[in-house]
């Protein structure tokens, strides 16, 4: 089973969006996500956004980075930059480090409209990119790179 951590800021809307589609895509995944400097709770508008596509966010307690330090991971994604630039050491193994940056959705101002087409858009680029990831190196079906 490969374990994949993905990493951001608050650990509220992108690594909780990219989580829940991996965990989704393949139940085989062990996938946990942190931040840096976590929230105090998941953004209500990911965890909506997440439901209506079909991959509901169950692990809605936001995680600190620091839990996960002394494991071995066999990718860390981060996935803003913030998280990139002060994201601690890992003193436990970590085969493949990445990095994917997305605009942060919790961020978005305006109508409650306005903040929904803002966070669909960051769920879709994730699907989207890390659907290609998983295909590409994560996958244990016979695809190209192995972690």
């Excluded at 436990?92 to 942060?104: A, L, Q």
Aim: with cysteine; hydrophobic share 35%.
């Amino acid at each position: 089973m490969k374990k994949i951590l993905i990493l951001c800021t608050g650990n509220s809307c992108r690594s909780k969006m990219a989580q829940a589609f991996l965990q989704h895509l393949d139940a085989n995944l062990y996938v946990r996500s942190a931040g840096t400097h976590p929230a105090r709770h998941t953004h209500p508008l990911a965890i909506e956004v997440m439901k209506v596509a079909g991959m509901p966010i169950t692990d809605v307690q936001p995680h600190n980075v620091k839990d996960y330090l002394d494991e071995t991971w066999d990718a860390v994604i981060t996935v803003c930059d913030h998280a990139r630039e002060s994201c601690p050491v890992f003193t436990g193994r970590v085969k493949r480090p990445m990095h994917i940056s997305f605009p942060d959705p919790a961020s978005a101002k305006g109508t409650i409209e306005e903040q929904l087409a803002v966070i669909q858009d960051v769920r879709d680029r994730i699907i989207q990119i890390f659907s290609n990831l998983y295909y590409t190196y994560l996958d244990d079906h016979g695809h190209q790179e192995r972690l």
